[in-house]
């Protein structure tokens, strides 16, 4: 499998015009880093945004290891001047007062925020720079891959009357009550999208998606269908999904275009969930799209509320298999356990045993999403004091995230999260909380909680950390089983933390399956538990 992209790549060249000389370029390789529309401008203001300074940030990204960049051109507005779109600083007076329509309905941090933002996007804008361009140069000068992602439905603060991030083409439609379900009525963002089914929704969109095609020197456009993934009146995703296909024909005759002029090939990415039937299901068939040759790049992947620790990679590489087509799993920067519960932010550990098992299961990288180096260093870890990131762990973790061989040796944790993405009418699916109200006749009274893990441990110190609800009053009356063999608790063990020493022959390749046995009469619940594996001595 990790050859095909290599040679969907050589057969892309020879699709070129004729007496084009393609040039090299580098291959899809991961980590794979996606940097958000708008994150470049609220770390750099105005007074000291230049060219020169995203060459800098191109090499830091360089240099922490990923290989490949895809640089957001939009959300709602484009942030570049664009010819073809509203940008951002569109309706917005630098001079003006707080209380203009695009800053009135913000929190006062949020009206501070925004203004930086659009100081520097104009302020970059009227030196000449397309950030894109510029971006795209300097990760080719730096031997990286250089591509673009425009989010084909993003809806930023659809909930507010105004705001920066809101285009007058979204407010039009809003008006006129053709977004994805306006008969609701309710506040939730997921009535709001933009309803795809409309022609002149996808024109909007094809014009963006041209505008790159047309105008930059890029390997790869990414289509990211997850910004924000509901594009479909509820029950029309399947016929939905038929338009997405059609109009994404569209887009690879574009590339292809654009690849004759420039004289080597362009590909095409898509985001999408995590599980193939969810991403068929909301429209979004990228395994059909695979199979027709319009895609180069599949990336699974969470849509924000928490990364996914068990991404069906094996079942994804099935249905891939003999496409070209180069895999890639999707790792958000959020953890969060239970949903609506508790969250923070990925550790190097937990990033590690998030990208572990897929790598192990066949994907050809691992693609990061919301992991900016510079506002992840800010960020400290749950005591509140030290950081969570250094500049030391991120360049290890990064380069690691390479190969499944250059990461297994780090410390990882493996976490038991939920897919947080699911198509219309679709159950909930969701492990934690876990307690013994679940009793069917396959399990005793207790519960049974899977944890992929990649490959098995050996001469590695490894353990179970559970975290218990408020509502266990006794958890050393529970017994927990790790593939079949109990673990007791560590000795001394006190308070709802508590860890369980897992022997090195009780673990198994892949995943470890960990049952908790109750007596009847004893109530638990388990809010969080991890595999946690000490690195490599």
């Given at each position: 499998m990790r050859l095909l992209p290599a040679l969907a790549l050589l057969l892309t060249c020879t699709t070129l015009a004729a007496g084009s000389v393609p040039r090299s370029r580098p291959p899809i390789a991961g980590p794979i880093l996606n940097l958000d529309s708008t994150q470049f401008f609220f770390e750099h203001p105005a007074a000291g945004i230049s060219g020169e300074a995203v060459d800098q940030y191109v090499d830091l990204v360089a240099r922490t290891g990923v290989r490949t960049f895809i640089s957001c051109v939009n959300a709602q507005k484009a942030n570049y001047a664009s010819r073809v779109w509203e940008h951002d600083w569109s309706r917005y007076d630098p001079k003006g007062p707080d209380d203009q329509p695009v800053l009135k309905y913000l929190s006062s941090a949020g009206v501070k925020m925004t203004r930086q933002r659009l100081d520097a996007a104009m302020a970059l804008a009227n030196q000449g720079v397309n950030l894109h361009a510029r971006l795209l140069a300097r990760c080719r000068a730096d031997g990286i891959g250089a591509w673009v992602s425009v989010r084909m439905n993003d809806i930023h603060d659809c909930l507010l009357p105004d705001s920066s991030l809101l285009s007058e083409f979204y407010k039009q439609h809003r008006a006129a009550g053709q977004l994805r379900s306006p008969y609701r009525g309710g506040e939730w963002w997921a009535d709001r999208p933009l309803d795809w089914e409309q022609a002149d929704v996808q024109e909007h969109y094809f014009q963006l998606v041209k505008e790159q095609l047309e105008t930059l020197d890029l390997d790869g456009l990414e289509l990211d269908w997850m910004r924000f993934v509901y594009h479909f009146r509820p029950g029309h995703e399947l016929e939905g999904g038929r338009v997405i296909t059609a109009w994404m024909r569209r887009v690879r005759a574009e590339c292809d275009r654009a690849a004759r002029r420039l004289g080597h090939p362009v590909l095409l990415g898509v985001r999408v969930p995590t599980r193939p039937e969810t991403a068929r299901r909301c429209g979004l068939d990228a395994v059909a799209w695979a199979r027709e040759g319009l895609v180069d790049l599949v990336v699974a992947t969470p849509f924000w509320a928490t990364t996914d620790f068990d991404i069906p990679t094996v079942e994804w590489q099935r249905l891939l298999a003999g496409t070209g087509v180069h895999f890639s799993a999707g790792i958000e920067i959020r953890y969060q356990p239970v949903p609506n519960g508790p969250a923070r932010f990925l550790s190097p550990a937990l990033l590690a045993g998030a990208a572990?098992?897929?790598?192990?299961?066949?994907?050809?990288?691992?693609?990061?999403?919301?992991?900016?180096?510079?506002?992840?260093?800010?960020?400290?870890?749950?005591?509140?004091?030290?950081?969570?990131?250094?500049?030391?762990?991120?360049?290890?973790?990064?380069?690691?995230?390479?190969?499944?061989?250059?990461?297994?040796?780090?410390?990882?944790?493996?976490?038991?999260?939920?897919?947080?993405?699911?198509?219309?009418?679709?159950?909930?699916?969701?492990?934690?909380?876990?307690?013994?109200?679940?009793?069917?006749?396959?399990?005793?009274?207790?519960?049974?909680?899977?944890?992929?893990?990649?490959?098995?441990?050996?001469?590695?110190?490894?353990?179970?950390?559970?975290?218990?609800?408020?509502?266990?009053?006794?958890?050393?009356?529970?017994?927990?089983?790790?593939?079949?063999?109990?673990?007791?608790?560590?000795?001394?063990?006190?308070?709802?933390?508590?860890?369980?020493?897992?022997?090195?022959?009780?673990?198994?390749?892949?995943?470890?399956?960990?049952?908790?046995?109750?007596?009847?009469?004893?109530?638990?619940?388990?809010?969080?538990?991890?595999?946690?594996?000490?690195?490599?001595?």
């Open positions: 572990l098992p897929p790598l192990h299961d066949g994907a050809d990288s691992v693609y990061l999403f919301n992991y900016d180096p510079l506002p992840l260093l800010r960020e400290l870890a749950p005591d509140g004091h030290s950081p969570l990131w250094t500049e030391a762990s991120l360049n290890t973790v990064y380069r690691a995230l390479q190969s499944e061989a250059t990461l297994a040796p780090l410390d990882r944790r493996h976490a038991v999260t939920f897919h947080d993405i699911r198509a219309p009418g679709d159950p909930a699916d969701q492990a934690l909380p876990a307690t013994d109200t679940r009793r069917d006749f396959q399990w005793p009274p207790g519960c049974a909680l899977r944890v992929a893990t990649g490959p098995r441990p050996v001469h590695r110190a490894t353990s179970l950390e559970v975290e218990f609800g408020a509502d266990t009053p006794a958890p050393e009356k529970l017994r927990l089983f790790v593939n079949g063999t109990e673990c007791p608790a560590a000795p001394g063990a006190t308070g709802r933390v508590r860890t369980y020493p897992v022997p090195e022959a009780v673990l198994q390749d892949e995943a470890q399956v960990v049952e908790v046995v109750s007596a009847p009469e004893v109530a638990f619940s388990i809010v969080r538990l991890e595999v946690v594996v000490a690195a490599a001595p």
